[in-house]
């Protein structure tokens, strides 16, 4: 795996300042961990969610972070009832999840996600609309709901060229 993918994304660790020293943290279709290991190393007890229990067994030594294996397209939300002081979510779109992931955050908790937008079929792959934000739709899924603290809707070289949206937003 290239080393840019192994290491938290540069959004993801810009607002780290805003996070607490430790708490209740999810990341959303984890892949191989990298947020979670991060989350992990700042003192979060971290749920790992992802379909894929490959990429999730790595993930299973870590006392500090939950793997669950589960397809949440599919299935039903295995968070329900639950709350959370970070979440992050990085190249993953499924727009039904949206409201319930803002409605998972508890008082004062973080969300931070980042993937591909409209304007990224020039790069490659996602190109499927289905899997590209449409511009605005991460402040719309949270206006009126979370205190948004940061936004961008840009292109990026790094890791490598792409069209994304990325928001972070605090619970209040």
Not at 125 to 146: D, K, M, T, Y
Request: proline share 8%.
């Amino acid at each position: 795996m290239p080393h840019e993918l192994q290491q938290p994304s540069p959004w993801v660790v810009r607002w780290a300042d805003l996070l607490a020293s430790a708490g209740e943290a999810l990341d959303v279709a984890c892949g191989q961990g990298r947020h979670a290991r991060w989350l992990a190393g700042l003192g979060y007890r971290v749920h790992a969610v992802d379909r894929d229990a490959d990429a999730l067994a790595a993930l299973a030594a870590s006392p500090s972070i939950v793997p669950h294996q589960a397809d949440i397209e599919a299935g039903d939300w295995p968070y329900a009832g639950r709350t959370f002081d970070a979440i992050v979510v990085t190249n993953y779109l499924h727009r039904p999840l949206l409201p319930v992931l803002v409605r998972s955050l508890a008082t004062g908790g973080i969300l931070i996600y980042e993937t591909f937008a409209v304007g990224n079929e020039a790069y490659g792959r996602p190109s499927n609309p289905a899997f590209l934000l449409r511009p605005g739709e991460l402040l719309e899924a949270v206006r009126g709901i979370l205190r948004v603290i940061g936004y961008e809707d840009v292109g990026v070289e790094i890791p490598r060229p792409a069209k994304v949206q990325r928001i972070c937003a605090r619970a209040e």
